[in-house]
């Protein structure tokens, strides 16, 4: 039997994963005497996300490798196929959630102190369930508040490879500013003397 192209394999493989592979994973797929270099795997992956490019899937790498997903233009359309509705979360999970990706690690005390208000047990331990962040230490201070940071799943969720990837708080501002003109009306030189 011929060998198929290695592209082919690879594609075969991150469609049977379920989950996002590492290049070293997919070279385990060969036994070491056959085994193509590493940067032929890369070349694999780079021609796979050419074939895909304006289709409806795409090759997709993120923090915990490389998957196939549907393309973002197509999730209103793929996310029919679920009768249950994708979860919406509070813009106080996600001013949480937002605090520990820029601040980790942080506990919950120093989370209280830039919102104002107290982190409420069931978002910390939603973001614990979804695995989207965890404990990675205490703080040397009395009552050892838990730091918490996070995690290769938070990355996969949100499509990245690494927190450098997440906007700055520069342009976090920006927009800011941007969808007050457009909820106000107000122009952006007034928005920024407002905050």
Known sequence: MRTPALKYIVEAALLAAGGPLKVEQLMELFDEGERPPKQDFFKALHDLADDYAGRGIEIKEVASGWRIQVGEVMAPWVGRLWEEKPSRYSRALLETLALIAYRQPITRGEI????????????????????????????????????????????????????????????????????????????????????
């Not at 040397?140 to 996969?156: I, N, S």
């Open 112 to 195: 209280e102190d830039v919102r104002g208000v107290t982190v409420s047990s069931s978002i910390i331990k939603t973001m614990l369930e979804r695995d989207w962040v965890r404990v990675v230490g205490h703080r040397d201070v009395p009552g050892r508040p838990a730091m918490y940071a996070t995690t290769r799943q938070f990355l996969d969720y949100f499509n990245l490879k690494a927190l450098d990837e997440l906007p700055s708080l520069a342009e976090l501002r920006d927009l800011d500013a941007l969808t007050a003109q457009l909820d106000f009306g107000l122009p952006a030189a007034e928005v920024e003397e407002e905050s």
